[in-house]
């Protein structure tokens, strides 16, 4: 149980986490102090013991092993990694780190090895990690890129090989948005580019196919928390069937956030894992409901771009 001493030092980092972000202002990994990393490390720490890492909010205590929905142990595992080319042009060649586990369980994950065994790969060891980043930086990575599954749940550990790397470069992360304020707070100052993968607009849809409980209202909260904040890049998977509700909606609430950030959509949706055999998701889709997306997200959102670029 968390005592009243520690839910005080808890609060004095709160406060102080808002001033050095406030008086720092900085873009990122390469910019920011290490005191204001330390503070991060120290809050993701204190998330973690109840975790509240995600929305999910499980407050086991993960710090003493225990586990909560997205079976992730402590600190977790790292399903893979490696140098990839697949971002956005100023972040390429980027160093992909692949944190296995997730906070979601989308039917059709490609990663769905990775999400189904949060132990996929070896174990994460902050420090050891650190040295990985160090080589690919010296083989040509320019950037280094968190993801999964979703790389919230190691938030902690994460600070800490952040924090022993021998050389910082930019850092971009890659999430859903299935998150609480404080870990949209504990991103901005850090992150350079936050990739938002947002997945849905309507509860139905979030509940069946990623079981994913308030996820739309969760994902529009994080939005407006990290507008005018930090650089995003804004992105959405067109799934069959889901252009009117899910597209429409997302385009809609990427307009009302980020009025002037290019919307990415991903239109080459193909079933993987439980969606081969969906009567809805269990097919690609067309050509012609690329388009169809393409017209129905930019009637909702002034800048509307494929993704790969047309
Ligand atoms: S990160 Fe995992 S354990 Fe923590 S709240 Fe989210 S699902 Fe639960």
Known sequence: ??????LAHTAELWARHRDLLESQAPSGLTDISDELL?????????????CRLCARNCRVDRLSGERGY????????????????????????THSVFFSGCTMHCIYCRKMALVQDPEHGVPFD???????????????????????????PQLAAVFEMLRSLP????????????????VVNLLVGVVDVLVCNVRYAEEACAQRYSDAPGYPAIARKALEALAGRIRVSLRHLVLPGHIECCTAGVARMMQETFPDEPLMLLTQYAPFG?????PVLGRSLTADEAQQALAVARANKELVELWPMD
Do not use: N
């Open 70 to 93: 997205c079976g992730v142990g402590w600190p977790g595992f790292v399903g893979e990694e490696h140098i990839h080319f697949g971002e956005l042009d100023d972040v390429i060649p």
């Open 38 to 50: 330390t503070v991060k490390g120290d809050l993701a720490l204190a998330m973690s013991s109840p």
């Open 274 to 278: 439980d969606a081969i055999g969906d």
């Open 167 to 182: 050389t910082r470069l930019p850092l971009v992360w890659e999430t859903t948005l299935y998150v609480p304020r404080e």
């Open 1 to 6: 149980m968390t005592s009243v001493r520690q």
């Open 126 to 152: 902050p420090a050891e990690l650190a040295l990985t980043v160090e080589d690919r930086r010296l083989q040509g990575a320019r950037t280094l890129k968190l993801l999964g599954g979703t790389p919230e």
